[in-house]
């Protein structure tokens, strides 16, 4: 079993940058592709990106390719998603997933942390 805990969201500018983070418990990290989802209200969850168990292959939603980077520290059993250029409607929960196999449908992924709130002021 995995338990992820999200960090780092918070109120922003439009154009500012933030930096999410995901600690993983357990020692089968790296047996897990990670990603990243984000829910507004009234909407459903989507997919932001996702990083197979090496680090070494990325995905992301045309909303935010070029702008938000995934990456991950198997060492430190966290995963990472920097978001840079934001936009007020980036504002969501964000929330981090772990799962056998790289998918964009979150029903794909087994365990999920509790979310973290990224709010984009204009």
């Given at each position: 079993q995995v338990q992820l805990v999200e960090?780092?969201?918070?109120?922003?500018?439009a154009g500012g940058s933030l930096r999410l983070s995901c600690a993983a418990s357990g020692r089968?990290?790296?047996?897990?592709?990670?990603?990243w989802f984000r829910q507004a209200p009234g909407k459903e969850r989507e997919f932001v990106a996702?990083?197979?168990?090496?680090g070494g292959t990325t995905y992301?939603?045309?909303?935010?390719?070029?702008?938000?980077?995934?990456?991950?520290?198997?060492?430190?059993?966290?995963?990472?998603?920097?978001?840079?250029?934001l936009k007020p409607e980036d504002t969501a929960v964000y929330y981090c997933a772990a799962g056998r196999i790289v998918?964009?449908?979150?029903?794909?992924?087994?365990y999920w942390g509790q979310g973290t709130q990224?709010?984009?002021?204009s």
């Open positions: 960090s780092g969201g918070g109120l922003v500018q089968t990290f790296t047996s897990y592709r990670m990603g996702a990083i197979n168990y090496s992301y939603a045309d909303s935010v390719k070029g702008r938000f980077t995934i990456s991950r520290d198997n060492a430190k059993n966290t995963v990472y998603l920097q978001m840079n250029s998918a964009r449908n979150p029903r794909e992924y087994d990224v709010t984009v002021s």
